[in-house]
């Protein structure tokens, strides 16, 4: 069963806009989530964390918000810019090992 | 300073084979991890060790593959008699420590494995 969900594949989002990326999740055991950017051949790089304490977390033009009773977060950028294009994983966490969704793949156009 | 690397970058081997994927840790990292990413898929887990030892080994989907971290830093990934199924970019994370779930993953680059 998958534990983390990105129902949406893809995205696309003129520059200068906000994008919107979202995540649901199931185990009420998670206690701290992250969103991951990932760029073709390359690993997976760290963007921004949230614990589960609490429901807002922003770091310049990323934030995440989290939504423990709906077990739902969603990641915002704004504003958007070309070099933002990449996949998108969110992953959350109840241990060490990473439970990560199925990516989004986030097209920014000029 | 370095980042996690990963050898080989791409690996093509024939069903049956025998094959090892290396992961070098960033230094002082004492938690170590192995994901596999499947196409379309995110990164599923597969082990972690803490230091020498393999502290969940839960994710490794059958007694075909097997992971080591004989000196506490660099794994070897071992997968025998490959399937065309193990096909996936393996993943490996390493952090400063493995004790709760605040610590930052950092990957390496992965390697492409291919099973004809």
């Known amino acids: 069963d998958q534990q983390v969900k990105q129902n949406s594949p893809s995205l696309s989002v003129q520059e200068g806009r906000i994008s919107i990326l979202n995540c649901d999740y199931t185990?009420?055991?998670?206690?701290?989530f992250l969103w991951y950017k990932k760029y073709p051949a390359e690993g997976p790089t760290f963007l921004i964390s949230i614990s589960s304490i609490k429901d807002k977390n922003e770091d310049g033009r990323f934030t995440v918000f989290l939504n423990k009773s709906a077990k739902h977060l969603s990641l915002h950028i704004v504003p958007s810019q070309p070099g933002d294009s990449a996949v998108y994983f969110c992953?959350?966490?109840?241990?060490?090992?990473?439970?990560f969704g199925q990516g989004t793949r986030l097209t920014i156009n000029p | 300073g370095a980042g996690v690397s990963q050898t080989p970058s791409n690996k093509v081997t024939e069903k049956g084979k025998y094959v090892e994927l290396r992961c070098d840790p960033i230094s002082g990292h004492t938690a170590l991890y192995w994901y596999r990413q499947s196409l379309g898929q995110g990164p599923e887990f597969l082990i972690y060790f803490q230091g020498t030892g393999a502290a969940d080994d839960s994710g490794l989907p059958n007694d075909r593959f097997f992971a080591v971290r004989p000196e506490g830093s660099v794994s070897t990934l071992k997968i025998q008699r490959t399937e065309r199924g193990d096909s996936a970019v393996y993943l490996c994370?390493?952090?400063?420590?493995?004790?709760?779930?605040?610590?930052?993953?950092?990957f390496g680059p992965g390697t492409r494995l291919t099973v004809l």
């Open positions: 185990n009420s055991m998670f206690d701290y």
């Open positions: 994370a390493s952090s400063l420590s493995g004790g709760s779930s605040y610590n930052e993953q950092f």
């Open positions: 992953a959350a966490s109840a241990t060490q090992k990473l439970v």
